[in-house]
């Protein structure tokens, strides 16, 4: 993959002043009686979690910034002592993080160290680290994002119609940047259960004056007949070329085939993975479960509530002279025959959590993955790409 630079090919940059971290996560000292002190222990989960509380800042960039801090806070003297706190902050977030978004963040992380160890004295060896960090997350992280936008543009061609799923910062940056350039162009969004995160697609997209429409995710085949192409984005690329994104992306791919739809991913360099699953059971499981679908042991005397039965985990919204019976929110009564009025059932918040969050989009279903080093890739070139990045 000559001609193409790797998101970890960073030179030495004036240190960028990021956010100050709070005083209980550096590693600082506290008296107590008697004049001793306690060092107190920088935590990396609670470093992450403030960091992907920026709307902007995704899973990768979230995991590189937390172990930065890490490394600002460090009172390692060496090079080694170093690394050995970074390989235990590595392991901590991916332990305690289930996205392969972080994964993908520790190993760019892991890399670049590897790479950067030079001869100078290790002070100044440790703000070039930190300054690097800081810079990549802060401004290169930003451009991949307009670099992607800026070549997926060129797909939408005017009065096109697009099938987006879920939400995704980089497919609503390149809709908005064609709309900007004058391009009609109308949108289909999933509603994404059970995260409903295409409801805040379409509440961008509205406000920024596109036609944008949301669909069940169980209508996509009924759709997808109407649309001229489906645009998504990523949560990780892994080593096969395949796409870890929203659950429900796999069979949006799936019926876009079929259809002969072309189905385009938009994905970061600092996404890519070197993780090789071989199946959707290899993902990580965000439940204790096991099993991520597993069969429940019903307990005697026990059945699931009936369509139209009072349901005691619904909430009371309204009433109305047809039905005094508690409502779902966001469910609207189902008119029956007769004209009866039945409410719907909706699943409880146990049974959304047996269920995955992402899966991965075999290659074979991908016609480009459109990212930031260059000309659109298919997925065999990104697997070309990840093996020849890590075997250097």
């Known amino acids: 993959m000559a001609g193409i630079a790797s998101p970890l090919s960073l030179s030495p940059v004036p240190s960028t002043r990021g956010n100050p971290r709070p005083p209980a996560q550096r590693h600082a000292s506290s008296s107590g009686g008697g ?5 107190r222990v ?9 960091a ?24 390692a003297s060496t090079v080694t002592g170093l690394a050995s706190e970074l390989t235990i902050g590595r392991q901590a977030l991916i332990n305690s993080q289930s996205s392969l978004g972080v994964r993908a963040g520790c190993q760019l992380w892991e890399r670049f160290f590897a790479l950067s160890m030079g001869g100078e004295d290790f002070p100044s060896y440790k703000r070039s680290l930190i300054s690097q960090g800081r810079s990549f997350c802060a401004i290169t992280a930003p451009q991949c994002r307009e670099k992607i936008a800026e070549l997926a543009v060129g797909f939408l061609r005017d009065d096109c119609v697009i099938l987006t799923h879920s939400y995704s910062r980089t497919v609503i940056q390149t809709i908005l940047r064609a709309h900007k350039q004058h391009k009609r162009i109308r949108v289909y969004v999933t509603e994404a259960r059970p995260g409903c995160l295409g409801m805040r697609t379409h509440q961008v997209l509205t406000a920024n004056g596109i036609p944008c429409t949301v669909v069940l995710d169980s209508a996509v085949a009924y759709v997808m007949e109407r649309v001229d192409m489906v645009l998504v984005g990523s949560e990780a690329v892994v080593e096969s070329g395949g796409l870890v994104s929203s659950v429900g992306t796999y069979q949006v791919a799936l019926v876009a085939k079929a259809m002969q739809k072309p189905f385009y991913a938009l994905a970061e360099s600092y996404k890519f993975l070197r993780h090789y699953p071989l199946s959707q059971t290899d993902l990580p499981i965000t439940t204790k479960s096991k099993i991520p679908l597993e069969f429940p042991t019903l307990i005697p005397n026990s059945h699931p509530p009936a369509i139209g039965a009072h349901n005691p985990l619904s909430r009371p919204t309204s009433s109305t002279p047809q039905s005094r019976s508690p409502i779902v929110p966001g469910t609207p009564n189902v008119e029956a025959a007769g004209g009866v009025k039945e409410n719907r059932v909706e699943m ?43 075997s250097s």
Do not use: R
């Open 52 to 75: 992907i509380e920026d709307d902007k800042v995704p899973h990768p960039i979230a995991a590189i910034l937390a172990l930065v801090e890490l490394v600002e806070a460090s009172t």
């Open 35 to 39: 004049g001793k002190t306690t060092p």
């Open 42 to 50: 920088f935590d990396v989960g609670t470093a992450y979690k403030k």
């Open 348 to 390: 409880t918040k146990e049974m959304e959590l047996i269920n995955p969050m992402v899966d991965i989009t075999t290659p074979d279903l991908i016609d480009f993955i459109i990212t930031d080093l260059g000309a659109p890739l298919s997925p065999t070139s990104v697997s070309q790409y990840l093996v020849a990045q890590f």
